[in-house]
C-alpha cells in the first residue's frame, strides 16, 4: 500500500498531499479534497492485514496488559482482529461533520460532493487529522497513560518524528519500561531503544512472538 507522500499517481500527481490535508484546502475546495480521499479510500481499501497485524492480535491473547496505538488510518489493525485501537490520527473509513465533529454512519444526499450532514446540513468530511489540527483528546490520553504505565514498549515501523506519538516512547523510557524499535532505518528513537531490530515486521514480529510466549 502506497505511503501518504507517495500515493500521488495520474490526475493527483500535481497536488501536494500537504496541500489537501488541511482545513484551509477543505474550506477551498470541499469537493477536491472529499474526491481526494474517496481515491485514496478505494487504494487503501483493496490492502489486506499482513503477519505483523496477525502477529499483534496474537500478542493480545497472550499477555495481561495489551494497549495497541498506532498512527494509520487505514483500519488494517480492526480487519485483522484487534479490538480497542487507540487511533492517533482518526480512520480514513470514517466519516465526521466539518461543521460540529459529529461521526456520521449514514446520509442520505449521495449525489452532494461532499455530503450532507443529516443533523445540521453542514459538510461531510473525513475522520483524520489534518494538518495543524489537533489530535483526538480521548485517543491522546489513554496513549500518554498507556505509555507512562507500561513495562515494555515496541516502536514499530513509525519515523518517530510526528509529535505528539513521537513522544510516547520518551514517556515509557521515563517510567523505566524496556523500548524495543522494530524499523528499517535508524530514526531519533534509536538511540534510547534497548533493542533495535532492523528487520520488517512483517518478518520479526511473528517470529518474537512465537519463540518468546510458545516456549
Not at 12 to 39: C, H, I, M, S
Not at 84 to 110: M, P
Request: proline share 7%; with cysteine; net charge neutral.
Amino acid at each position: 500500500m502506497p505511503t501518504f507522500r507517495g500515493s500521488q499517481k495520474g490526475l493527483w500527481a500535481q497536488y501536494d498531499p500537504g496541500e489537501l490535508a488541511t482545513t484551509e484546502a477543505f474550506k477551498r475546495n470541499p469537493k477536491l479534497v472529499w474526491q481526494w480521499y474517496e481515491w485514496r479510500r478505494r487504494l487503501i481499501s483493496e490492502a489486506k492485514p499482513n503477519p505483523a497485524h496477525t502477529a499483534l492480535v496474537q500478542l493480545v491473547q497472550l499477555v495481561d496488559h495489551l494497549k495497541l496505538i498506532t498512527q494509520n488510518i487505514d483500519g488494517l489493525h480492526q480487519q485483522a482482529g484487534s479490538k480497542s485501537v487507540i487511533e492517533l490520527h482518526g480512520n480514513i473509513f470514517r466519516t465526521k461533520c466539518f461543521q460540529d465533529g459529529q461521526v456520521i454512519d449514514d446520509w442520505y444526499d449521495v449525489e452532494q460532493i461532499p455530503p450532507r450532514c443529516p443533523s445540521c446540513n453542514g459538510l461531510l468530511r473525513p475522520d483524520v487529522v489534518w494538518f495543524g489540527e489537533s489530535l483526538p483528546q480521548e485517543a491522546l490520553i489513554n496513549a500518554m497513560i498507556a505509555s507512562q504505565t507500561c513495562d515494555l514498549f515496541f516502536s514499530i515501523g513509525t519515523s518517530s518524528l510526528i509529535q505528539p506519538a513521537a513522544s510516547l516512547a520518551r514517556y515509557a523510557r521515563q517510567n523505566r519500561a524496556m523500548i524495543v524499535e522494530i524499523n528499517l532505518a535508524p530514526t531519533l528513537l534509536t538511540p534510547f531503544a534497548d533493542f533495535v531490530l532492523s528487520i520488517p515486521a512483517g518478518q520479526i514480529l511473528p517470529i518474537l512472538i512465537n519463540s518468546t510466549f510458545h516456549q
